[in-house]
């Protein structure tokens, strides 16, 4: 046999679900201080993609010396990439 809510908390439920199933739409729009001035936008940049290809260059090397296995090396790349 199908157990069936009681027909008020078939009413609170339905009532209730809209209100907080929903979420916020996130603010996708850049703000205008970003966008309409390039020296903050350089200055908010990631880094090069030269430096980080020096950077994982350098962590691969450091892993090298320490002759790791396959998945401590990948944990150390990214740990070091991190610092």
Known sequence: MIRTLPFSAAIVFAL???????????????????????ELQKQLAPKSAAARRQKRADCNAQADQQKLHFAKRQRFVRNCIKQ
Not at 28 to 36: K, L, N, R
Request: glycine content about 4%; charged content about 0%.
């Open 16 to 38: 209730l679900v809209p209100v907080y199933g929903q979420t916020p739409a996130p603010n996708t729009v850049p703000s205008a201080a970003t966008t309409a001035n390039p």
